[in-house]
């Protein structure tokens, strides 16, 4: 059974930074790429950021903006998110998500954990 648990989150001042970790079992991590998406109050999920199975590829939404740094440890079986000169407009709650195949991006949502939440706020 895939199993995702996610921390780190946390109430951070605008222009602060986290790191969110992404504890994966159940599966062969180093087989699959993996999905970072966040869901703020009344809003529908959002795709964040995606990275491949031995992290050659990395890519990130638009509104990231070189913000967030998305790595790996496949020894660990982790998954993490550098989270860097946040604004109150990146406030939601962040999960991470196994994809289908060892790709980017093809996540399959269902399997995201209970999430972590981020709360940006002076």
């Known amino acids: 059974e895939v199993q995702l648990v996610e921390s780190g989150g946390g109430l951070v001042q605008p222009g602060g930074s986290l790191t969110l970790s992404c504890a994966a079992s159940?599966?062969?991590?180093?087989?699959?790429?993996m999905t970072w998406v966040r869901q703020a109050p009344g809003k529908d999920l959002e795709w964040v950021s995606g990275?491949?199975?031995?992290?050659?590829?990395?890519y990130y939404a638009d509104f990231v903006k070189g913000r967030f740094t998305i790595s790996r440890d496949n020894a660990k079986n982790t998954l993490y998110l550098q989270l860097n000169s946040l604004t109150p407009e990146d406030t939601a709650m962040y999960y991470c998500?196994?994809?289908?195949?060892?790709?980017?991006?093809?996540?399959?949502?269902?399997?995201r954990g209970q999430g972590t939440q981020v709360t940006v706020s002076s």
């Open positions: 159940g599966f062969t991590f180093s087989n699959y790429g």
């Open positions: 990275i491949s199975s031995a992290s050659y590829n990395k």
């Open positions: 998500a196994k994809n289908r195949d060892s790709l980017y991006h093809g996540a399959d949502y269902s399997t």
